[in-house]
């Protein structure tokens, strides 16, 4: 984020540079969706995991979003000197959205591990941007208490939650723990980023 160099004042950029990430959540099958919502506020660029990928139908994402993989991260990877893909991303984007969040990432982002192109963007994040999460998973991971340990330790970090709903789940199961639904995650980044923004604070509060 830019700011004036006679007040140090953060100008709130036109068209934010957002980072979209999935996991392997169910929930990932949404991901087309808030792609297109997100392309209607800013830049858009894209980042799943391996599980990720078994949810997200690569053919129908928007032509002008790059989707990034863990083999990108290596195949751009040859000698000292060539960029490193995660350090790119996380230096390009404004702000960072997680959804959904699988309680696999969230245990290992929790935990400071870094094994793929997602968990290396956040733990090489710099916290005075905005990162969001939009947890996803069956309602007996979400009662686990390791789901609300690692959520207050990210919480700690700076990480600002979007909580799940109750509704059926997809394993057909009725409870908490489905994703929030993506035109609430898109309308609720966007109000807080812009607020927080013209606050002259690009770190937002929790949720
Ligand atoms: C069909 C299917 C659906 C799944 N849905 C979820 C889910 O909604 N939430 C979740 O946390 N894990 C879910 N999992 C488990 C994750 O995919 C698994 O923990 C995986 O290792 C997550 O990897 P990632 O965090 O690197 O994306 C599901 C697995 C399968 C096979």
């Known amino acids: 984020m830019e700011s004036t160099p006679e007040t140090g004042t953060q ?13 392997g959540s169910v929930a990932a099958i949404k991901f087309e969706n808030l792609c297109r919502s997100f392309m209607e506020w800013g830049e858009v660029r894209a980042v799943a995991t391996k599980s990720a990928l078994h949810f997200v139908d690569k053919s129908s994402l ?6 990034y993989t863990d083999d990108d991260e290596w195949s751009g990877w ?18 960072l959205v997680i959804a959904p969040l699988s309680a696999n990432t969230l245990a290992k982002v929790a935990g ?17 941007k905005p990162l969001y ?7 007996f991971m979400l009662n686990n ?31 908490n723990g489905a994703m929030a639904e993506p035109s609430v995650i898109y309308n609720t980044v966007r109000l807080s980023f812009n607020e927080s923004s013209a606050s002259g604070n690009s770190k937002d509060q929790s949720i």
């Open 11 to 23: 100008v709130l950029p036109a068209r934010p540079r957002i980072l979209l990430a999935a996991s």
């Open 62 to 67: 928007p032509s002008s979003v790059i989707l």
């Open 78 to 95: 040859k000698k000292i000197g060539d960029e490193v893909l995660h350090i790119e991303l996380r230096k390009w984007a404004d702000v």
């Open 112 to 128: 400071g591990l870094c094994d793929n192109l997602l968990t290396c963007i956040v733990r090489a994040w710099d916290y005075s």
């Open 133 to 139: 999460v939009a947890p996803a998973m069956n309602t």
């Open 145 to 175: 208490p390791f789901t609300k340990r690692h959520l207050h330790t990210i919480g700690e970090l700076g990480v600002s939650l979007l909580p799940p709903i109750t509704k059926k789940l997809a394993c057909g199961d009725y409870g």
